[in-house]
C-alpha cells in the first residue's frame, strides 16, 4: 500500500477583511499553516533547505552541538540532523509552544542517526556551546534590534574553530530606489504564489514593529563586531538573503 504524505494546510489567515489586525504571532493558527506559508512567502526557501543539508555535511563536527534558534516545525532542523555526522547533537530551540509541539512530533518520526533535543526557550537564554554549526533562519529579525548583537556575540563566543552560522534575514536597503523595487518584486512574488493583494497587506499591517529589518551592510558589521573572522554571502532573493558567517 502506498502512503501519501497530506499537502500542508492553505495559509488562508488574512484571505478576508479583519476588523483588527493583531500583531503577528506565531501561535497555533499560524503553526497550522506554516508551511504552506513560509514557501509561498520567502523566496529562496528550497534552496536554503539544500545549503543546510550542504553545510551541515561539510561543516558539522563530531561530537559537537548543531543549533536551529526558532526552529518552528523543524523542517530545517531534519534537514540538519540528516546531514550531521552519527555522533553530532542537534538542538532546536523556539518559544512557540505550538511550533514546539508540532516540531517534536516531526522530529520523532525521523529515525537519522546524530541525536536531537527541542526546548521551548528564548533563544536570548540558550546558551551555546561546542557548537559546530548554528542556524538563525529568518529569526533575529522579530528580535528587538538593541538585542542582536549580544545574541550573535553569544553564538560567537560558543563556537568551535572552523564553525559556520547560517543567517537568513529579510533585510532593507540604503537606497530608496532599490528598496521600493525589491519590496515590489518580493509582492509579485506572493502575487504569483497565489496570495491576494488584500492578504498583502493584511500580513504587512501585522507584521509592522514585529518583523524589523536590517541592511546587508548591518548584518555584515554585526557579524564581524561578534567575533566571527569572517562573512560571505551565500544568497539574496529580492529583499530575502542569506549570509555565511565563518568563527
Not at 162 to 187: I, R, S
Not at 189 to 197: L, N, V
Amino acid at each position: 500500500m502506498t502512503h501519501h504524505t497530506k499537502p500542508p494546510v492553505h495559509d488562508t489567515i488574512f484571505a478576508q477583511p479583519l476588523e483588527t489586525l493583531a500583531p503577528f504571532e506565531f501561535n497555533a493558527q499560524v503553526a497550522d499553516v506554516f508551511e504552506n506559508m513560509i514557501q509561498r512567502s520567502v523566496p529562496g526557501y528550497h534552496f536554503l533547505l539544500d545549503v543546510i543539508g550542504l553545510l551541515a555535511a561539510r561543516y558539522g563536527q563530531p561530537h559537537s552541538h548543531c543549533y536551529d534558534l526558532g526552529c518552528s516545525l523543524g523542517t530545517m532542523t531534519l534537514r540538519l540532523r540528516q546531514n550531521l555526522p552519527a555522533q553530532a547533537h542537534v538542538i532546536g530551540v523556539d518559544n512557540s509552544a505550538a511550533m514546539v509541539s508540532r516540531c517534536l512530533h516531526n522530529m520523532a518520526r525521523d529515525h537519522s542517526q546524530a541525536s536531537y533535543e527541542i526546548r521551548h526557550q528564548n533563544l536570548q537564554d540558550t546558551a551555546i556551546e561546542n557548537a559546530s554549526m548554528v542556524i538563525l533562519n529568518f529569526t533575529l529579525q522579530f528580535i528587538a534590534d538593541i538585542e542582536r548583537p549580544s545574541i550573535l556575540k553569544n553564538i560567537a563566543d560558543g563556537m568551535l574553530p572552523g564553525g559556520v552560522l547560517l543567517l537568513a534575514e529579510k533585510v532593507c536597503f540604503d537606497d530608496p530606489q532599490q528598496q521600493d523595487l525589491q519590496v515590489d518584486l518580493y509582492h509579485d512574488f506572493k502575487r504569483y504564489q497565489g496570495y491576494s493583494d488584500l492578504e498583502i497587506a493584511q500580513k504587512r499591517a501585522a507584521l509592522e514593529n514585529v518583523l524589523v529589518p536590517n541592511t546587508l551592510e548591518q548584518h555584515r558589521q554585526r557579524l564581524l563586531d561578534a567575533g566571527f573572522s569572517r562573512v560571505e554571502t551565500c544568497m539574496q532573493c529580492f529583499n530575502f538573503c542569506a549570509l555565511l558567517a565563518f568563527k
